[in-house]
Structures are given as C-alpha cells and as structure tokens.
C-alpha cells in the first residue's frame, strides 16, 4: 500500500545517512501529548494486510505467525542480516514473501503495510522511525527503548507520519490483567500508596557461560548487526536470542527492560499512572561470572504523585515470595498493589486479596467491564483498517518505557533522576539530561529531529 509518506529508495537511504547527531550539553526533549486518531491514508489498505518482518528470530517468528494465520493478511517481506533466519521466514511463505539483508531496502517495498520490529532492542528507534518515514504501521517487540530520547524521538514520529503502532507486550491482551485493572479501579482496596513488581531467576554462578568469539557465520553481517551500538566480536550467545543478548548493556539494557515491560504494564494501566517524579537506582554485577556485561541485580525505587513503585530484578535468586510455588529455581515474576484495606497480588495468570482484616468486609469483586482482547497482534492488524490506535500504542507504552529508560540511566550514573512530566525533561542534572540522547556508532545518527 504506497501512501504520500513514501520516499524512493534512494532519497531514504541519502536521509538515513544524513541525520545529524545530537550535539549540545542539556537537550530539553519536545512534548508530544498523546496523538488522535491518525487520519486515514490516501488510499485504503489492501483487501489483505501486507505484513513484514524485520528480526527472524524466534519472537519475532512467533509474532509474524500470529498475523499469518488470518485469512486477511499476506506476508510479502522478511529481513535479517542472518541469511539462514531470513531464508527461513521465505520457506514458509515462499509464494508470497521477499527476503532482504538490510531493512532500508525492504522498507522501499510498495506492497507492504506494517512491519513487525523484532530485532534486539537496540536497533528499535532506527526502524520504527524509518518505517514510519515509509509509510509503514508498526508492531515493535519490548523494549520499545533503551533510552529517554529515542522513547520520545519513536513517540513523535508515530504522531508526525500518523502510523498506526502496538508495542509487543502481549500480555496486556491476557483476561487476568483485565479483572486486576478492573478490581483495582474499583477502589476495593481503597487507597494505593505502594505498589511492588519484581522479576527473578537463577542463572549463578555460570550464567550465561564463557565461550571463546570468533568469526561469525558465513553470510551473517555482524558490522550491521551491532549497528548504532558499539562494535564488539562476534559472540555466539550474544547473537543467539533475546535470553542470552539481554546479558549484554549496550544490546539490551539487561534484564530489566526486557521483562519490566510486561510487569510494570499492570500498575501503570490500573492507576493510569504518568510518568514518575522521580527515579532511584541500584544495583550491579555481583555474583555471575559469565561473557556478559550487563547486571545481575537491579533495585529501582519510582516516586509518583501520590505513591511510590518499586521493581527487584535478581539473575542469582528465584525466590517468588507468595506466587513462589515449587522451591526449584525457576523464573518468578509479580505484582503487588497495597492499599489501605488490603493488597492484591498477581502474576500473570492468577491474582489473590489479602484483606487487612475485616477492612474489606461487604467489597464485592467488580462486574467485567473491559472486553476481552482479539489478540495483541489481531488488535494491531485491526488497527491497520480503522486507523484508530491500539491499547499498547506508544502513546500508551512511553509510560511504561520511560521509567525503566530513567533506571538504567539512574544505574549508570548512580543516583537519583528526577522528571518533569510536563516538560517531558530531566531536570537538575546537566549531565543525565546529555546522556539520555544516546550516541550512535557511525554512520547512524540519532534520529535529532524528532525531539
């Protein structure tokens, strides 16, 4: 489906090359308030969705599937700079799908609609903004981000190219994140002043081993694959899936982006909270001896207006305090709201009221009142044809990103961050305000413009 948005392939790549880089000592971050309704393209999307795929990893496989096996769509792109994963996707849909090796390329494609983004997160910013620019809706894997200013630069270029986007954090579609939001908002628990969120397994002491590097296999294009990151040598876990990248920082961020996104979703849906005031973080690498880099702690503290949110993240300890279980090491994750008649807890599949004695006597469980989802990607795909923004837009998510990119950079610098949601600004620290606009590897810029 061509749209106005569309550039030809060698003005894109000119663009992309030429993006200049952010350069001066506080940048104040433009805000983009959450965006209307795009309006509708100038001319209407195909009788079947036209679907691509940058990232043939197992996720991102996984996500495509999901939009395959409706009758309303037809896959017709496929992008990885690993030849053998690539070639793979064009196997199963050999009738209908193009392979590429660079996603400047796909994105010229004329017939296709959205992209799903499943690269590791690194790369996100780069394609959602370029998708966008092409006039492509996105579906883009969590971590949206990895830091403030491409959470704010993918925001806005969404809202300027008036494309349709859902972040992959596939549980908010689950029915038991529906009954919490709604016993939450019902107020049972009566005031919220803590809510507590909390990841964990054990991968000590080997984590994710040791493994001499080397070449990388033939075909795979290693120098496009670190991209915007630093270059480093090739490493087989690292490139391997996204349970073995997120032991590396400048790939992933660790662990915390890459399950936060799911857990913290809970309590910023129920409370319809904003961004936080401020942001406390600690943490490091104690325990694991492996190629990795990234933590294997992580404790972060959000104060909000009204109540505080914490977040634990251990890779040497599974303790899953009430939602533990069998006592084998295994991951746990959860959620506690405590309120002041009682405390909800809940994981995924499941959650309990804990009454604070008889404070919860006559409090019935609210009646349904929030429909059940068509499917993450199935809401996407729908979205495509209405032109109206799904529940996990970006406009919705950099609520939930925003926080964890400000605990990595409270990590980094060892101390507090404090945000004006206003302003969508780091106030008070020169330095944290320069570091939350990354610096990319050449040639990538970061993409300036859309702060």
């Known amino acids: 489906m061509k749209t106005p948005d569309s550039l030809t392939r060698r003005a894109f790549i000119e663009k992309a090359a030429t993006l200049s880089a952010i350069g001066f000592a506080a940048p104040r971050l433009v805000s983009g308030a959450a965006s209307p309704a ?19 990893g197992g996720m991102g496989r996984g996500n495509l599937n999901e939009c395959a096996k409706h009758p309303d769509v037809v896959v017709t792109a496929a992008c990885d700079v690993w030849p053998a994963r690539r070639n793979a996707v064009r196997e199963q849909f050999k009738d209908t799908c193009k392979v590429y090796a660079d996603f400047r390329e796909m994105l010229q494609q004329p ?3 959205g992209v799903i983004i499943a690269t590791p997160p690194h790369w996100h910013t780069l394609m959602a903004v370029a998708a966008c620019e092409a006039g ?65 397994m054990n991968q000590a002491p080997q984590g994710v081993g040791n493994q001499p590097g080397g070449d990388p296999p033939p075909g795979l294009d290693w120098n496009l694959w670190c991209g915007p990151a630093p270059y480093r040598k090739f490493h087989p876990a ?41 942001t406390s973080s600690a943490g490091g690498r104690y325990i694991l001896r492996d190629d990795g880099d990234a933590y294997d702690h992580h404790e972060v503290l959000w104060q909000y207006p009204g109540l505080t949110m914490t977040w634990m993240s251990s890779l040497t300890n599974s303790y899953g305090f009430d939602l533990h279980g069998e006592p084998v090491p295994r991951r746990r994750l959860g959620i506690y709201f405590h309120g002041s008649r009682g405390t909800l807890f809940a994981d995924y599949g499941m959650f309990k009221i804990v009454a604070e004695g008889d404070r919860m006597a006559g409090k019935e469980p609210p009646p349904k009142s929030i429909p059940p989802s068509p499917g993450h990607e199935r809401e996407w795909l729908d ?19 925003v ?29 944290a305000a320069k570091l939350a606009i990354p610096k990319y590897r050449s040639p990538w810029k970061f993409p300036r413009k859309y702060l």
């Open 38 to 56: 795009p309006s509708a393209p100038a001319t209407a999307p195909n009788s079947r969705i036209h679907v691509g795929l940058i990232g043939c």
């Open 111 to 113: 017939d296709l609609d």
């Open 136 to 200: 492509k809706d996105i579906y883009v894997q969590k971590p949206m981000t990895l830091h403030l200013g491409e959470s704010l630069a993918m925001r806005n270029a969404v809202k300027k190219h008036h494309r349709i986007s859902q972040i992959g954090t596939q549980i908010h579609a689950g029915e038991n994140y529906r009954r919490v939001v709604e016993y939450i908002r019902a107020g049972n628990l009566g005031q919220i002043g803590t809510v507590r969120t909390f990841n964990v």
């Open 238 to 278: 690292l490139a391997a899936d996204a349970y073995y990248h997120s032991s590396w920082m400048d790939y992933s961020g660790g662990w915390t982006p890459g399950m936060a996104p799911h857990i913290i979703d809970l309590p910023v849906w129920a409370l319809d909270l904003g961004y936080p005031l401020v």
């Open 383 to 401: 979205c495509i044809r209405s032109r109206q923004q799904p529940s996990c837009s970006v406009f919705y998510h950099v609520k939930v990103d």
């Open 403 to 431: 926080p964890i990119v400000l605990s990595l950079l409270s990590l980094k610098l060892g101390r507090s961050i404090r945000f004006d949601p206003k302003k969508e600004a780091i106030v008070g620290d020169r330095e």
